[in-house]
C-alpha cells in the first residue's frame, strides 16, 4: 500500500473517532489497540496457510478472531460487543507475548457507539495488513506519533524526529552497542538508532549487510524506560512494528526505582523531561549528586549509566549549561573531565508550539574525552523550520553541513572550521565549567572570544606588564638623563 495511502488512513481513524475520543493520546491509544488486533489474526492466518494452526485465536479465544468479528453477518452491536470482550480478555492470554499482553493491560472501548467502532474497524480492515517485512507500518505508526506530537497533542516535549536523527548520527550507534533511551517516550530514539545502524550495513547496492539474526541482536540490545504506562505501551508497538518480536520497553522510574541502576550501556540517547513536579524528585541515595532537579539528575544518571567507552547524546534545558547550584557545577565538572566532547546550541523555538525553550545537546564520549584538551562548541541556527508556532518548512538548513564539519571534528581534533568554537578545559574549568556557548562568544560583535585558558592569558598579561615596566624605565631614564643634560648645557651657558 501507497505511504499516502497509509497516511490518509490514518487521518480517517483518527476523524472517525474524535468525537468519541477527544484526547490524541486516547486516539492513539484505540488505534494501536485495533492495529495489534488486526495484526494477531494475520498472524494466525498466515500460520495456518503455511500448515500450522492459530496461535492468539485458538480455544476460548477462537470467537473473538478478527475475521469474525468483521464478518458481515455480524450486525455492529454484535461486533461491538465481541471485540469489547476480546480486548477485556487478552490480558489473561497465556498464548500472547508478554509484549502483546502488555500493551492490552486495561483495554477497553471508551464510547459505546456500535456504528462507530464498526466504522473504525473497516478502515484498519480495509488499509493494513501486517507482514513479516513491517518497515512500511513501522513508518505509518511514527507518522501517526508525529502528526499528533506535532500539534503538541500528547501533552509532553516530543523531540522533532529531524532532531532525533541529527543527535543520532553524531553519536555513531553501532550494531555492538547496547542502546538505552531512560525517558523513551514513544521510542523515537530507539527507532533512529536502529535505522540509523541498518543503513550504516548497507553494501554498494543498498542491500544489508547484516544477517537476520544481526538484526535481531541489534533489536534485543535495544532498551527504554518510561514511567507513564501509555507511553509504554505505545513504544512496545512502534518497536514491534519495527521488527523487534520482544521489545524491552519497560514501566520504570529512572531516577526514583534502582533495581536496574548496574545496568551499562555503550550507548545512551535521551531528551529527558525538563519539568519537576512541584516539591521536587525525590530520588534514590545511589546517585552522586543530591538534588530534586529531574534535569540534572537525568544528566547524572545518563554519564554514570555509559560503559567506560560509551558515548551519549542528551536534550537538555540551558540551566543545566550554567547554573552555579552545587549539583550543577558537580555534574559539569564530572562530564568535563570524563565525558564531554561537544555541546550543540538548538533554536530556541525548537519545541513550539510546546514552549520558547532554550535548549542543548551535550554529546559524550568517554574514549574521545580521555585524549582532548578541548571542548568543541558550535550553534545551530537554523534547523530547516520557522521557530513560529506552525514550524513550517524554510530555507537554509543548516543541520547537513553542521553534522559534516562536527563529525570532521570528531575524528581530527585539529579539523579547523569558522562554524566551530574550540575551547580549551581549563578555560571551561575556571568559568564555573559552564557549558554555556554565550560565555565563550561576544554577540555584540559576532567573533568569538579568545579560546585560551584563564591561567594562559595570566601569564601573558603579566609578561606583557614585565615587558611595559621594563620599557617604562628605559623611557624614564631616558628623559632624566635628557633633562640633565639640558640643566648642565643651561647651567654651563648661564657661567659664560
Known sequence: MAKQNIQKAIQDLKDIIVGKVPLPSDQVDQITLALLYKFMDDMDQLGMQMGGVATFFAGDYEKYSWTKIMNKSNSAQQRYNLYAEGLEKFYGNSALPETFRSIFKDANIPYRDPETLTSFLRIIDENFDYNEDSE??????????????????????????????????????????????????????LISAYKYIL??????????????????????????????????????????????????????????????????????????????????????????????????????YIANHITSD?????????????????????????????????????????FMPYANVSTYILLLDKKIAKMRKNIMFVELKNDGYSLSTQRKKIEGNEIPELTKEI?????????????????????????????????????????????????????????????????LKEIVGDIKWKNWMRYLILNNQQNI
Open 407 to 471: 563529525l570532521s571534528y570528531k575524528n581530527d581534533e585539529n579539523y579547523d572550521s569558522e562554524k566551530l568554537l574550540i575551547i580549551d578545559k581549563n578555560k571551561i574549568a575556571s568559568n564555573d565549567y559552564s557549558f554555556d556557548i554565550n560565555r565563550y562568544t561576544d554577540k555584540s560583535k559576532g567573533i568569538v572570544t579568545n579560546s585560551e585558558s584563564s591561567d594562559e592569558i595570566i601569564k601573558k598579561i603579566s609578561k606583557n606588564q614585565e615587558e611595559f615596566n621594563t620599557l
Open 310 to 350: 560509551g558515548k551519549a547524546g542528551i536534550i537538555v534545558p540551558d540551566g543545566v549549561t550554567f547554573k552555579k547550584d552545587k549539583a550543577f557545577l558537580s555534574v559539569r565538572k564530572d562530564l568535563l573531565e570524563n565525558s564531554l566532547w561537544g555541546v550543540v546550541s538548538l533554536p530556541s523555538g525548537i
Open 136 to 189: 512500511q507500518l513501522g513508518d505509518a505508526y511514527e507518522f501517526l506519533l508525529n502528526s499528533l506530537g506535532s500539534a503538541g497533542d500528547l501533552g509532553m516535549f516530543r523531540t522533532p524526529r529531524h532532531i532525533i536523527d541529527f543527535i543520532v548520527s553524531l553519536v555513531e550507534p553501532t550494531k555492538e552497542d547496547r542502546i538505552l533511551d531512560p525517558a523513551c517516550g514513544t521510542a523515537g530514539f
Open 199 to 300: 543503513n550504516s550495513n548497507l553494501d554498494d547496492d543498498g542491500k544489508s549487510n547484516l544477517t537476520f539474526d544481526e538484526k535481531n541482536k541489534v533489536l534485543r540490545n535495544i532498551t527504554g524506560y518510561d514511567i507513564a504506562p501509555s507511553m509504554v505501551k505505545i513504544s512496545e508497538m512502534n518497536m514491534f512494528l519495527h521488527g523487534a518480536a520482544e521489545p524491552k520497553i519497560y514501566e520504570y522510574d529512572t531516577l526514583t526505582y534502582d533495581d536496574r541502576w548496574n545496568d551499562k550501556f555503550e550507548t545512551i540517547l535521551a531528551n529527558p523531561p525538563f519539568m519537576t513536579p512541584k516539591g521536587g524528585i525525590v530520588p534514590h541515595n545511589k546517585f552522586s549528586i543530591k538534588s530534586s532537579k529531574s534535569e540534572i539528575l537525568f544528566v547524572d
